[in-house]
């Protein structure tokens, strides 16, 4: 049975910075893509940060750049999202996701097959 467990959301203030870990079970997710997603409420699931197979290559939503990163240790089945300079508009709940996507980036829901079940993100003004 495939798993995305995600962890290290919480409370945090404006400015401050939250570290996402997604850990894989049940297959290795080290020849695809990996991503994070978020949904605020109210407002449909957005992509964030897509990282590439040997992690060579990101991608990010222009509202993250400078301020996510993504990383991934394959030999853990881990991604992780490393959020500074967090801003009360980054609340959501954050999603991880596996996607179809062997050469490079993902930044579209529709290649991901597999996902977390979530971790929330609170950032207060």
């Known amino acids: 049975q495939v798993q995305l467990v995600e962890s290290g959301g919480g409370l945090v203030q404006a400015g401050g910075s939250l570290r996402l870990s997604c850990a894989a079970s049940g297959r290795t997710f080290s020849s695809v893509a990996m991503g994070w997603f978020r949904q605020a409420p109210g407002k449909e699931r957005e992509f964030v940060a897509s990282?590439?197979?040997?992690?060579?290559?990101?991608d990010y939503a222009d509202s993250v750049k400078g301020r996510f990163t993504i990383s991934r240790e394959n030999a853990k089945n881990t991604v992780y999202l490393q959020m500074n300079s967090l801003k009360p508009e980054d609340t959501a709940v954050y999603y991880c996701?596996?996607?179809?996507?062997?050469?490079?980036?993902?930044?579209?829901?529709?290649?991901?097959?597999?996902w977390g079940q979530g971790t929330q993100v609170t950032v207060s003004s």
């Open positions: 996701a596996a996607s179809t996507v062997p050469g490079g980036t993902a930044n579209s829901q529709n290649l991901y097959p597999y």
């Open positions: 990282i590439s197979w040997s992690g060579l290559r990101t």
